[in-house]
């Protein structure tokens, strides 16, 4: 009897060690996911915060313009000001970039672009002859 008491004394705590180690795994293994997680929301918040300003205004006059028609590459916050219900700003380049406000509408509208080296032309498109710029990025 006292060697089969024994047994089973041995067996559970076998079962209890087992069953503890299981559970640290697991632990483990979701502090390592949550590591992870918290890394990747760091590195684009971090990524939000490098992109640059740039302001393009259009109108009410027949004028188009940004603030900085020379900048080096990366990811920008582009704001436009759109004056005028008959003009717009439309801005395409290099990295398939090709946003625009509206023609009709008016208000400040923001995008993030991503500006690779090289010309990007902004224009209003009802008026391309005459409302037209670039900015050079390199
Ligand atoms: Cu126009």
Not at 58 to 85: H, R
Request: some cysteine; overall charge negative; aromatic content about 6%.
């Amino acid at each position: 009897m006292t060697t089969l008491r024994i047994v089973l004394i041995v067996a559970l705590a076998v079962f209890a060690l087992a069953a503890a180690g299981c559970g640290s795994d697991d632990e483990g293994a979701v502090d390592d996911t949550t590591t992870l997680t918290e890394t990747t929301d760091t590195d684009t918040t971090t990524d939000t915060g490098t992109a640059s300003a740039l302001k393009g205004t259009v109108g009410p006059d027949f004028d188009i313009s940004v603030d900085q028609t020379s900048v080096a590459p990366g990811s920008y916050e582009l704001e436009i000001e759109d004056l005028s219900d008959i003009h717009n700003f439309h801005l395409t380049g290099p990295g398939g970039v090709d946003v625009t406000t509206d023609v009709a509408a008016e208000g400040t509208e923001s995008f993030t672009v991503e500006l690779e080296a090289g010309t990007y032309n902004f224009v209003c498109d009802p008026h391309a002859g005459q409302m037209s710029g670039t900015i050079e990025v390199g």
